[in-house]
């Protein structure tokens, strides 16, 4: 039952139930029915503080759902560059295929999102010049 507590109020943004929750040991890396952590769930809907907060936590950054995808692909999947940048300074894996055979960098380009995909190709030149 913590569980979904838990990982409802990291997907609607409840920054002050997650903060309690994990003052009193929620597990950071629980699931839901989709293999979906609260750092998928709240990096999806946009919620910064809260992904800050699963990091700092040491949530798993690199976490794969039922469908192959990370934190990481939510965030670019629904246009949440702040999130983006975050989830890759925390060394999110931006070559990871999804179950479609997609990275990040394919979802970034079919949706038009430039500023996303400046971003992901930043990081990639980093890794190359690293």
Known sequence: ME??????????GDLDTVKKLISESADV??????????????????????VKLLLENAAEVNKRDNRGTTAL?????NHH?????LLIEH?????????????????????GDNAIVVLLERAMAAEKTG
Not at 3 to 12: I, P, V
Not at 40 to 49: C, D, T
Request: glycine share 4%.
């Open 3 to 12: 569980e979904s507590k838990f990982l409802d109020a990291a997907e609607n």
């Open 73 to 77: 692909y939510w965030a670019v999947a």
């Open 81 to 85: 560059k702040d999130i983006t940048e």
């Open 29 to 50: 890396d629980s699931m839901d029915e989709h293999d979906r952590t609260a750092l998928m769930k709240s990096a999806k809907h946009g919620h910064l503080e809260i």
């Open 91 to 111: 060394d999110a894996d931006i070559h990871v295929i999804d179950d479609r055979g997609w990275n990040v960098m394919d979802h970034a380009k079919s949706t």
